[in-house]
């Protein structure tokens, strides 16, 4: 079993929709969690961050992290087509040192229809 | 502008021959990372440097050296020993051991063998 599962996509809404990506995973030592979102032939540009268990909201993001299910999510509001892109969840088990390293999701790729 | 650049944005190599990606940053971060993407397969991390003269392997660091002579560069080779060189390359930075935090992406070199 993978560390990291994501969802493998892709995944097409109309405008406007509301979007659910989710990622699993296996190790309860992860504490920071991570959505990154990358444009075709683009850099990944990191999105949302949060720590632990809990929501975090952002715009039309919300990032939502269950540590009892081992389960993240991020939600998009109001999906616009400029939303459409790759999007990676990541994980790391430390804020410093060898543990601090990422683990990354496969990535789903978002199109988002006008 | 502060920032991570990476060149050439496309490399093409014959067989048997070794290739250096530059990536170069100057937002004075000290951990530097290199991470290859191949199409469904997320990014996996080749080498990271958390400091000037020293450099880690990560978890696909075989056909693949770097060096960290300079805060600011951390040039990855591509050696003809790597049996699948063709992919994305990216470089990313951050503040030292953080990737947790905001870790900043190049915008990639994509390298095909020919």
């Known amino acids: 079993q993978k560390e990291v599962e994501q969802d493998p996509g892709p995944l097409s809404v109309p405008e406007g929709a509301i979007v659910s990506l989710n990622c699993t995973y296996s190790?309860?030592?992860?504490?920071?969690f991570m959505w990154y979102r990358q444009y075709s032939r683009k850099g990944p540009e990191l999105l949302m961050y949060?720590?632990?268990?809990g929501n975090k909201e952002d715009g039309r993001f919300t990032a939502q992290v269950d540590k009892s299910s081992k389960y993240i999510s991020l939600f998009i509001r109001d999906s616009q087509p400029s939303d459409s892109a790759t999007y990676l969840c990541a994980m790391t088990r430390s804020y410093t040192g060898a543990n601090s390293k990422l683990t990354f999701g496969k990535g789903i790729t978002l199109s988002v229809r006008p | 502008d502060g920032g991570i650049t990476q060149s050439p944005k496309y490399l093409f190599r014959k067989e048997g021959q070794n290739v250096t990606l530059s990536c170069e940053q100057n937002?004075?971060?000290?951990?530097m990372y290199w991470y290859r993407q191949d199409p469904g397969q997320g990014l996996r991390l080749i080498y990271y440097s958390q400091i000037v003269n020293d450099f880690q392997k990560g978890d696909i660091a075989e056909g693949y050296s770097v060096s960290r002579e300079k805060k600011e560069s951390f040039p990855l080779t591509v050696t003809s020993a790597q049996k699948n060189p063709t992919a994305f390359y990216l470089c990313?930075?951050?503040?030292?051991?953080?990737?947790?935090?905001?870790?900043?992406f190049g915008q990639g070199t994509r390298l095909t063998v020919v």
């Open positions: 949060t720590y632990s268990s």
């Open positions: 190790n309860s030592a992860f504490q920071y």
């Open positions: 990313a930075s951050s503040i030292w051991g953080g990737l947790n935090t905001e870790a900043f």
């Open positions: 937002l004075n971060h000290d951990a």
